[in-house]
């Protein structure tokens, strides 16, 4: 089964950078659409943006179009999350998620079978 460990997260300042790493282990990860979701202090988790299996990424949260962006390094078993320009709006923690179905992404947390444990993220000043 598939095993996803997120990091890269820690504290940045307004404007700054961050990119967020989730690491695949125990299965192939071109089999898996990877999203990455966040939860912010008293917010339900949404879905920030996802890579099927063959590449194609979809975004569903347009506060974050423009500024953040997801890439996968298969050599590596790699998904990546590029935060720019970040917001205190975009402090929480992030995780990334699993989903067999490789083929499609879904914004919704109930279609993901495995999760990492999360990074947090703080935009501060």
């Known amino acids: 089964q598939l095993r996803l460990v997120e990091s890269g997260g820690g504290l940045v300042q307004p404007g700054g950078s961050l990119r967020l790493s989730c690491a695949a282990s125990?299965?192939?990860?071109?089999?898996?659409?990877i999203t990455w979701f966040r939860q912010a202090p008293g917010r339900e988790r949404e879905a920030v943006y996802c890579?099927?299996?063959?590449?194609?990424?979809?975004t569903y949260d347009d506060y974050v179009k423009g500024r953040f962006t997801i890439s996968r390094d298969a050599a590596k078993s790699t998904v990546y999350l590029h935060m720019n320009s970040l917001k205190p709006e975009d402090t929480g923690i992030y995780y990334c998620a699993g989903t067999i179905s490789g083929h499609v992404c879904y914004e919704w947390p109930s279609k993901y079978d495995y999760w990492g444990q999360g990074t947090q993220v703080t935009v501060s000043s």
């Open positions: 890579i099927t299996g063959r590449g194609p990424s979809t």
């Open positions: 125990g299965s192939t990860l071109d089999t898996y659409a």
